[in-house]
């Protein structure tokens, strides 16, 4: 199994940075990619950034694209979102997630962390 356990949210101002912070750890030689997912109150869920575990490539949502960067620690297994210049419409839920050899369909995720709030003021 993988574990991932987020951190870092909390409430900041529009314009404000924040880092997330995701805790990799378990049967991590099997991890293909990593993601950052957010759902807002009443909202879908939605992919924000990915990176290839190997590759480390990188994806990102047009509307983060240019203020978000998703980048790995590869000493701690750790797994990071930057967030400059926040905005209200980030506010969010933030989920890390993880998937590995086992999963095979693109874009679908088999481990999650439990989610840290982002609260974002105008």
């Known amino acids: 199994q993988v574990r991932l356990v987020e951190s870092g949210g909390g409430l900041v101002q529009a314009g404000d940075s924040l880092r997330l912070s995701c805790v990799v750890s378990?049967?991590?030689?099997?991890?293909?990619?990593a993601a950052w997912f957010r759902q807002g109150p009443g909202k879908e869920r939605e992919l924000v950034a990915a990176?290839?575990?190997?590759?480390?490539?990188?994806f990102y949502a047009d509307s983060v694209k240019g203020r978000f960067t998703i980048f790995r620690d590869y000493r701690e297994n750790m797994v990071y979102l930057q967030m400059n210049n926040l905005k209200p419409e980030d506010a969010a839920v933030y989920y890390c997630?993880?998937?590995?050899?086992?999963?095979?369909?693109?874009?679908?995720?088999?481990?999650w962390g439990q989610g840290t709030q982002v609260t974002v003021s105008s």
């Open positions: 997630a993880a998937k590995d050899s086992a999963e095979l369909i693109p874009n679908r995720y088999n481990y």
């Open positions: 378990g049967r991590t030689d099997r991890i293909t990619s």
């Open positions: 990176i290839s575990w190997s590759s480390s490539s990188t």
